[in-house]
């Protein structure tokens, strides 16, 4: 009797624990397993957030990848809020315009659009049928809207929507003449 109790305790424990497990899925693509894989895009509807940023420099005392960990923090603080899976770090985005310095890394155009729409394309195969692209890099800003209405071009089972900073948004919090320069400033 006692052996069957703890046996019959033993189960629910487990199934509680699964439960529970269930519940607190991981944000981050990378954190979960295959099975939970499938169970977050349930989760989500099919919503994923690609964290965009880029590798440059931000001044002299910032690190290279300030883009890349704020957007990829922006990105998991929305998924708190409403889930959604969040993809890695995404860094292959456009910075001609400071290639000259150190540790920037600067891809072509052609391989920055064929990487993006392999890695969407990827994404979609695997569930993620609304891919919101949140930008975290001012020089993305031509390149992502470019990006997303080139979806156009033949039907897909997925959408693109890109998201960028709130710079640019009207109703924005008023802007400061403090010579911030939304970079390294």
């Known amino acids: ?82 889930y959604a899976v969040v993809f890695p770090q995404y860094y292959f985005g456009q910075i001609f315009e400071a290639k000259h310095e150190p540790g920037t890394v600067a891809y072509s155009i052609e391989l920055q659009l064929k990487l993006l729409q392999e890695t969407t394309s990827e994404m979609a195969r695997n569930g993620c049928k609304k891919i919101l692209i949140v930008n975290g890099h001012g020089g993305n800003e031509h390149l992502l809207p470019f990006f997303a209405q080139a979806q156009l071009d033949r039907p897909r089972d997925y959408v693109v929507y890109v998201l960028d900073g709130e710079r640019s948004r009207p109703g924005g919090p008023a802007k400061k003449s403090t010579g911030i320069d939304y970079h390294a400033g």
């Open 1 to 82: 009797m006692k052996r069957a109790a703890i046996c019959s305790l033993f189960v629910f424990l487990v199934a509680v624990s699964s439960i529970h497990a269930q519940s607190k899925l991981s944000a981050k693509w990378e954190e979960l397993t295959a099975a939970e894989f499938r169970d977050a895009i349930q989760l989500s509807k099919g919503t994923c957030l690609l964290p965009f940023g880029i590798l440059e420099k931000h001044g002299p005392h910032l690190p290279l990848g300030t883009d890349l960990l704020n957007v990829r923090h922006a990105s998991l603080q929305a998924a708190q809020q409403e």
